[in-house]
Protein backbone atom coordinates (compact mmCIF):
# COMPACT_ATOMS: atom_id res chain seq x y z
CA UNK A 1 0.00 0.00 0.00
CA UNK A 2 3.01 2.33 0.79
CA UNK A 3 4.68 3.96 -2.30
CA UNK A 4 7.91 5.31 -1.89
CA UNK A 5 9.58 7.76 -4.72
CA UNK A 6 13.08 8.63 -3.78
CA UNK A 7 15.33 10.64 -7.01
CA UNK A 8 17.70 13.38 -7.34
CA UNK A 9 15.13 15.47 -8.18
CA UNK A 10 13.11 15.23 -4.84
CA UNK A 11 16.46 16.04 -3.08
CA UNK A 12 16.72 18.88 -5.05
CA UNK A 13 13.19 20.21 -4.43
CA UNK A 14 13.77 19.34 -0.93
CA UNK A 15 17.19 21.46 -0.87
CA UNK A 16 15.53 24.40 -2.54
CA UNK A 17 12.31 24.70 0.29
CA UNK A 18 15.19 24.70 3.36
CA UNK A 19 16.44 28.19 3.19
CA UNK A 20 12.72 29.26 2.47
CA UNK A 21 11.88 27.25 5.60
CA UNK A 22 14.10 28.99 7.64
CA UNK A 23 13.38 32.49 6.40
CA UNK A 24 9.60 32.10 7.13
CA UNK A 25 10.15 30.19 10.61
CA UNK A 26 11.88 33.40 11.75
CA UNK A 27 8.00 35.66 11.47
CA UNK A 28 6.18 32.95 13.48
CA UNK A 29 5.74 32.64 16.92
CA UNK A 30 8.26 30.01 18.24
CA UNK A 31 6.32 26.62 18.77
CA UNK A 32 6.26 25.20 22.27
CA UNK A 33 8.81 22.33 23.10
CA UNK A 34 6.80 20.45 25.33
CA UNK A 35 4.24 18.59 22.67
CA UNK A 36 2.69 14.89 22.74
CA UNK A 37 5.37 12.72 22.48
CA UNK A 38 6.85 13.95 25.84
CA UNK A 39 5.35 10.42 27.58
CA UNK A 40 6.53 8.61 24.35
CA UNK A 41 4.93 6.82 21.61
CA UNK A 42 1.69 5.53 22.75
CA UNK A 43 1.05 2.51 20.40
CA UNK A 44 -2.77 1.09 20.25
CA UNK A 45 -2.98 -1.80 21.34
CA UNK A 46 -2.71 -4.96 19.12
CA UNK A 47 -1.66 -2.69 16.11
CA UNK A 48 1.39 -1.75 14.56
CA UNK A 49 2.85 1.05 12.95
CA UNK A 50 2.82 1.34 9.08
CA UNK A 51 3.78 4.68 8.38
CA UNK A 52 4.97 7.96 9.94
CA UNK A 53 6.52 11.28 9.61
CA UNK A 54 7.99 12.93 12.81
CA UNK A 55 9.36 15.68 10.70
CA UNK A 56 13.01 15.82 12.08
CA UNK A 57 14.26 16.60 8.67
CA UNK A 58 15.62 19.77 7.32
CA UNK A 59 12.45 20.15 4.40
CA UNK A 60 9.90 18.43 3.97
CA UNK A 61 10.06 14.83 2.85
CA UNK A 62 8.97 14.13 -0.69
CA UNK A 63 8.89 10.27 -0.46
CA UNK A 64 6.36 10.85 1.30
CA UNK A 65 4.62 13.99 0.87
CA UNK A 66 3.54 16.05 -2.28
CA UNK A 67 2.22 19.77 -2.41
CA UNK A 68 -0.12 19.70 -5.05
CA UNK A 69 -3.69 18.96 -4.89
CA UNK A 70 -5.57 15.89 -6.29
CA UNK A 71 -8.86 15.17 -5.57
CA UNK A 72 -12.78 16.08 -7.45
CA UNK A 73 -13.90 19.33 -6.24
CA UNK A 74 -10.66 21.06 -6.46
CA UNK A 75 -10.62 24.05 -8.53
CA UNK A 76 -6.44 23.84 -9.24
CA UNK A 77 -3.57 22.00 -7.74
CA UNK A 78 -3.45 24.91 -5.21
CA UNK A 79 -6.74 25.78 -4.34
CA UNK A 80 -9.33 23.72 -3.21
CA UNK A 81 -12.32 25.76 -4.31
CA UNK A 82 -14.55 28.72 -3.84
CA UNK A 83 -15.28 27.73 0.14
CA UNK A 84 -11.95 28.75 0.62
CA UNK A 85 -9.75 32.43 0.62
CA UNK A 86 -6.31 30.75 0.48
CA UNK A 87 -3.98 29.94 -2.51
CA UNK A 88 -0.93 26.91 -1.23
CA UNK A 89 2.30 27.91 -2.21
CA UNK A 90 5.69 25.45 -0.89
CA UNK A 91 7.27 28.39 1.27
CA UNK A 92 4.57 28.11 3.56
CA UNK A 93 5.47 24.32 4.38
CA UNK A 94 7.73 24.79 7.36
CA UNK A 95 9.91 21.79 9.19
CA UNK A 96 11.10 23.63 12.36
CA UNK A 97 12.90 22.19 15.46
CA UNK A 98 11.26 18.67 14.75
CA UNK A 99 7.57 19.93 13.46
CA UNK A 100 5.81 20.81 10.82
CA UNK A 101 4.58 24.01 10.40
CA UNK A 102 1.98 25.01 7.87
CA UNK A 103 1.67 28.57 7.73
CA UNK A 104 -1.16 30.94 6.62
CA UNK A 105 -0.67 34.43 5.38
CA UNK A 106 -2.07 37.26 4.57
CA UNK A 107 0.23 38.58 1.43
CA UNK A 108 -2.15 38.39 -1.54
CA UNK A 109 -0.17 36.12 -4.05
CA UNK A 110 -0.90 35.86 -7.74
CA UNK A 111 -1.82 31.78 -8.64
CA UNK A 112 -1.07 29.80 -11.99
CA UNK A 113 -2.90 26.75 -10.68
CA UNK A 114 -5.60 28.06 -11.45
CA UNK A 115 -5.13 31.57 -12.34
CA UNK A 116 -6.02 34.48 -10.23
CA UNK A 117 -5.20 36.57 -7.69
CA UNK A 118 -5.71 35.54 -3.68
CA UNK A 119 -5.83 37.30 -0.78
CA UNK A 120 -4.58 34.76 1.10
CA UNK A 121 -2.00 31.92 1.37
CA UNK A 122 -1.85 28.77 3.52
CA UNK A 123 0.42 25.34 3.39
CA UNK A 124 -0.83 21.94 1.80
CA UNK A 125 0.74 18.31 1.91
CA UNK A 126 -1.15 15.00 0.76
CA UNK A 127 0.32 12.01 0.82
CA UNK A 128 -1.68 11.10 -2.22
CA UNK A 129 -0.04 8.38 -4.22
CA UNK A 130 2.89 8.17 -1.59
CA UNK A 131 1.22 6.65 1.56
CA UNK A 132 -3.14 5.17 1.75
CA UNK A 133 -4.43 2.33 3.25
CA UNK A 134 -8.08 1.39 4.57
CA UNK A 135 -8.71 1.32 8.14
CA UNK A 136 -6.76 1.18 10.67
CA UNK A 137 -5.83 4.11 13.36
CA UNK A 138 -4.92 7.35 12.50
CA UNK A 139 -3.21 9.86 14.52
CA UNK A 140 -1.77 13.55 14.60
CA UNK A 141 0.04 15.28 17.42
CA UNK A 142 -0.72 19.01 16.99
CA UNK A 143 -1.63 22.56 18.24
CA UNK A 144 -3.76 24.69 16.09
CA UNK A 145 -4.05 28.35 15.43
CA UNK A 146 -6.52 31.01 17.14
CA UNK A 147 -8.21 34.03 15.04
CA UNK A 148 -11.00 34.52 13.20
CA UNK A 149 -11.85 33.04 9.78
CA UNK A 150 -8.50 30.33 10.46
CA UNK A 151 -9.38 26.91 8.90
CA UNK A 152 -6.56 24.02 9.37
CA UNK A 153 -7.67 20.47 8.99
CA UNK A 154 -6.25 16.91 9.34
CA UNK A 155 -8.44 15.04 6.65
CA UNK A 156 -8.60 11.50 4.48
CA UNK A 157 -9.74 11.21 1.01
CA UNK A 158 -9.85 8.16 -1.61
CA UNK A 159 -6.78 7.45 -3.36
CA UNK A 160 -8.82 6.31 -5.99
CA UNK A 161 -9.79 9.88 -6.39
CA UNK A 162 -13.07 9.50 -6.02
CA UNK A 163 -15.48 11.76 -3.58
CA UNK A 164 -17.15 11.22 -1.21
CA UNK A 165 -16.36 9.77 1.09
CA UNK A 166 -14.28 12.12 2.82
CA UNK A 167 -13.21 11.72 6.76
CA UNK A 168 -12.71 14.75 8.48
CA UNK A 169 -10.90 13.71 11.74
CA UNK A 170 -9.84 17.49 13.11
CA UNK A 171 -10.88 20.37 11.25
CA UNK A 172 -10.84 23.42 13.43
CA UNK A 173 -12.62 26.13 12.28
CA UNK A 174 -11.70 30.09 14.06
CA UNK A 175 -14.27 32.02 13.64
CA UNK A 176 -16.77 30.06 15.84
CA UNK A 177 -13.74 28.23 17.64
CA UNK A 178 -15.09 24.92 16.96
CA UNK A 179 -13.53 21.58 16.15
CA UNK A 180 -15.61 19.47 13.36
CA UNK A 181 -15.14 15.65 12.57
CA UNK A 182 -16.90 13.59 10.35
CA UNK A 183 -17.95 11.62 7.64
CA UNK A 184 -18.72 12.59 3.97
CA UNK A 185 -20.55 9.59 2.55
CA UNK A 186 -23.37 8.88 -0.54
CA UNK A 187 -22.89 9.92 -4.55
CA UNK A 188 -22.57 13.98 -5.70
CA UNK A 189 -24.55 15.69 -5.67
CA UNK A 190 -26.81 13.63 -2.89
CA UNK A 191 -24.03 13.46 0.02
CA UNK A 192 -25.01 13.38 3.28
CA UNK A 193 -23.01 14.55 5.89
CA UNK A 194 -22.40 12.73 9.39
CA UNK A 195 -20.72 15.41 11.73
CA UNK A 196 -19.83 15.69 15.39
CA UNK A 197 -19.25 19.78 16.73
CA UNK A 198 -17.04 20.18 19.70
CA UNK A 199 -16.50 23.29 21.62
CA UNK A 200 -13.99 23.54 24.90
CA UNK A 201 -11.17 21.39 23.67
CA UNK A 202 -8.61 23.89 24.11
CA UNK A 203 -7.09 22.85 20.29
CA UNK A 204 -5.11 26.46 20.22
CA UNK A 205 -3.50 26.60 23.99
CA UNK A 206 -1.88 23.13 23.70
CA UNK A 207 -0.78 20.26 22.23
CA UNK A 208 -3.11 17.27 21.74
CA UNK A 209 -3.48 14.44 19.75
CA UNK A 210 -6.36 14.07 17.16
CA UNK A 211 -7.28 10.32 16.42
CA UNK A 212 -9.35 8.15 14.04
CA UNK A 213 -9.86 4.65 14.57
CA UNK A 214 -11.37 3.16 11.69
CA UNK A 215 -12.70 0.22 11.17
CA UNK A 216 -15.82 -2.19 8.71
CA UNK A 217 -18.69 -0.36 9.60
CA UNK A 218 -17.29 2.16 12.19
CA UNK A 219 -15.33 5.09 12.98
CA UNK A 220 -14.14 6.41 16.37
CA UNK A 221 -13.10 10.06 16.81
CA UNK A 222 -10.79 10.64 19.53
CA UNK A 223 -8.94 13.38 21.09
CA UNK A 224 -5.95 12.28 23.30
CA UNK A 225 -7.23 9.00 23.42
CA UNK A 226 -10.58 9.37 24.48
CA UNK A 227 -13.48 8.90 22.28
CA UNK A 228 -15.38 12.07 21.25
CA UNK A 229 -17.93 10.99 18.46
CA UNK A 230 -18.45 7.40 16.29
CA UNK A 231 -20.05 6.73 12.93
CA UNK A 232 -21.46 3.45 12.56
CA UNK A 233 -23.14 1.81 9.28
CA UNK A 234 -22.93 0.93 5.63
CA UNK A 235 -21.93 4.50 4.31
CA UNK A 236 -18.85 4.25 6.62
CA UNK A 237 -15.87 3.84 3.73
CA UNK A 238 -13.86 0.56 2.99
CA UNK A 239 -11.20 1.67 0.07
CA UNK A 240 -7.58 2.86 0.85
CA UNK A 241 -7.56 6.87 2.07
CA UNK A 242 -4.73 8.89 2.51
CA UNK A 243 -3.61 11.99 4.64
CA UNK A 244 -4.49 15.70 3.85
CA UNK A 245 -2.86 18.24 6.70
CA UNK A 246 -3.37 21.92 5.92
CA UNK A 247 -3.88 24.99 6.84
CA UNK A 248 -6.02 27.90 5.20
CA UNK A 249 -8.82 30.25 5.65
CA UNK A 250 -12.56 30.30 4.97
CA UNK A 251 -14.50 32.84 2.37
CA UNK A 252 -18.06 32.18 3.13
CA UNK A 253 -20.56 34.86 5.34
CA UNK A 254 -21.48 31.06 7.54
CA UNK A 255 -19.30 29.62 10.14
CA UNK A 256 -18.43 33.26 11.67
CA UNK A 257 -17.20 34.22 7.87
CA UNK A 258 -13.57 35.29 7.14
CA UNK A 259 -10.51 36.76 8.65
CA UNK A 260 -10.65 40.20 9.42
CA UNK A 261 -8.57 43.01 11.00
CA UNK A 262 -8.44 40.88 14.70
CA UNK A 263 -6.33 38.30 13.14
CA UNK A 264 -2.88 37.60 13.48
CA UNK A 265 -0.97 36.55 10.84
CA UNK A 266 1.46 35.01 9.78
CA UNK A 267 0.28 31.85 12.13
CA UNK A 268 0.94 28.38 11.46
CA UNK A 269 -1.19 24.72 11.83
CA UNK A 270 1.93 23.03 13.98
CA UNK A 271 2.22 19.03 13.64
CA UNK A 272 4.84 17.06 15.86
CA UNK A 273 4.00 14.16 13.83
CA UNK A 274 1.29 11.80 11.71
CA UNK A 275 1.51 8.31 12.71
CA UNK A 276 -0.72 5.45 11.23
CA UNK A 277 -1.17 2.17 12.52
CA UNK A 278 -2.63 -1.02 11.01
CA UNK A 279 -4.09 -4.67 12.36
CA UNK A 280 -1.64 -6.98 13.41
Not at 110 to 119: E, F, L, S
Not at 202 to 214: D, S
Amino acid sequence: MMKLQFGIAALLVAASLTGTAQAADRHLPRASETTCTAGGQQRPAGMRLTWHDEFGGQALDRRFWSTVMDFPGRAGGHYHNTSYGSYAVDDNVVLSRGKLRLVTDNKPVTGTDPVGTYQYTEGFISSHDKFFQTYGYWEICAKFPAGKGLWPAFWLIPQDRSWPPEIDVAEWFGSIESMHSGLASGTWPDVRWDSHWATGLAPTTGWHRYGLRWQPGHITFTVDGVPTSTITGDQVPDKPMYVVLNSGTWANADRGGPPDATTRFPNSFDVDYVRVYSAK
